[in-house]
């Protein structure tokens, strides 16, 4: 049962619940046509995702044909509010996102790194039967809404991304399939592949437990992954040594404070995911005993 209180004045909901709901079924049907290019031939192009996008927020939501901007700085699609920029959205193929942990990384930096260089606190990533949607700060996003497009009825938090809701503050704790390479689904177009690596690692983005700036590779610290999404056994311990212990004379001081809760949060989940982050065990590491205390400090260990 959705609050009313969460949408503000109990008039705005029920104006907004009557709009998605009266629109919804069109919706539906005309993402079906725009979908049959799928079916006839076995694939689609992103167009597909960005007309059914399109639809989405001008019909079933209530922003304005004017408000939808494409190609911008890069962007599959913007949208704004009276030219302020609100939601960067990077809009894949249909069925080109496989909705794994790995694969969507590889989007949401995409997008951060668009969103970082225009100053936007919001983006999205989309198939065309999804839509994921992040907070950004700084180099860092927490999950807004996620949502399917092909549901019989309109989720309530599709409010998020209205004119009205886009403000709100949101946030959900979501996970994702784990990184197994046999869930990945490579682009057709490889543009998957074309990733801005740090220099030094030569690895990309997502495999940094902090990234400042997602277009200057220099500003990534903490390299704890390998390329295909899998942990880096041998860098984890460096990485979380320091950050909560003075692991080698390293301890890191080139991360803000309030970004700290983010890159304990992968690295809980990454040392958990190797069997690292067990606390029954008397043989865990002292850097992962560390860290285990640091999570519990900060009220994460339900998120890991």
């Not at 049962?1 to 709901?21: L, P, T």
């Not at 496989?98 to 590889?106: A, D, G, P, R």
């Not at 399939?177 to 177009?189: V, Y």
Request: charged share 25%; hydrophobic share 35%.
């Amino acid at each position: 049962m959705v609050k009313v209180e969460r949408y503000g004045s109990q008039a705005k909901y029920i104006k907004f619940q009557e709009r998605i709901n009266n629109n919804w079924p069109l919706f539906l049907s005309k993402r079906n046509d725009f979908l049959v290019q799928e079916e006839r031939y076995g694939n689609a192009p992103e167009k597909v995702t960005e007309n059914i996008l399109h639809i989405l927020f001008t019909e079933v939501l209530d922003w304005n044909v004017r408000d939808i901007n494409y190609q911008i700085g890069f962007a599959d699609i913007e949208i704004t509010k009276l030219g302020i920029k609100r939601i960067v959205i990077e809009a894949k193929r249909p069925g080109g996102i496989s909705w794994n942990e790995f694969q969507i990384e590889k989007h949401i930096n995409q997008a951060l790194g668009y969103a970082y260089t225009q100053k936007v606190s919001t983006i999205a990533i989309s198939d065309g039967s999804k839509l994921y949607v992040l907070n950004v700060d700084g180099g860092s996003t927490n999950p807004r809404i996620f949502i399917s497009l092909d549901d019989n009825v309109p989720h309530p938090d599709l409010y998020y991304v209205s004119v009205n809701g886009i403000d709100k503050k949101k946030n959900i704790d979501i996970r994702f399939k784990d990184n197994k390479k046999e869930n990945l689904i490579k682009d057709k177009d490889q543009e998957i592949n074309n990733e801005l690596l740090n220099n030094t690692y030569k690895l990309p983005a997502r495999c940094f437990a902090y990234i400042g700036d997602p277009n200057k590779p220099s500003t990534w610290k903490l390299p704890y992954l390998l390329e295909d999404g899998s942990v880096n056994v041998k860098r984890l311990p460096g990485a979380v040594g320091c950050v909560v212990t003075n692991f080698r004379g390293l301890q890191i001081k080139t991360i803000p404070e309030k970004d700290i809760p983010n890159v304990l949060l992968k690295l809980a989940k990454a040392a958990k995911n190797v069997g690292k982050l067990d606390p029954k065990n008397p043989k865990m590491a002292n850097c992962y005993r560390q860290l285990y205390n640091a999570v519990v400090q900060l009220n994460m260990l339900d998120k890991i």
